[in-house]
């Protein structure tokens, strides 16, 4: 759980670089993120805000499971190492979102990671 949130503040920090970035270049301006991100916003500077946003999506399905896993006496090794696959699996779908994010990558890391997450949660509920 430590390293995802980890993740979420590096993804975080992310956001008011490439705003900052943009906005010396005068790419962007400030009427561009009054309400939101408007249209003028370019995609490379939006997207560790979208990036944020899906950290905050399915990875809070991924929190709940670790902490009831804890509490339920039910985090064993297998159940371990599948927290740690879908974590790995987070941390690569963000780096691929936020470097060259190409969408065949990025959506079958997506996809695998809600796979996983699925599992552990299938594999929580079967072993009641």
Known sequence: MGVLVALVFVVQLQIPVRRFRAGAAKRVTEADFRYGESANVPGEVSIPNRNYINLFEAPVLFYVACLTLYVTSHADNTALAMAWLYVALRIAHSVVHLTYNRLAHRGMLFALSNVVL????????ATL
């Not at 699925?118 to 509920?125: E, H, K, M, N, P």
């Open 118 to 125: 699925a599992s552990l949660w299938i594999r929580f509920f």
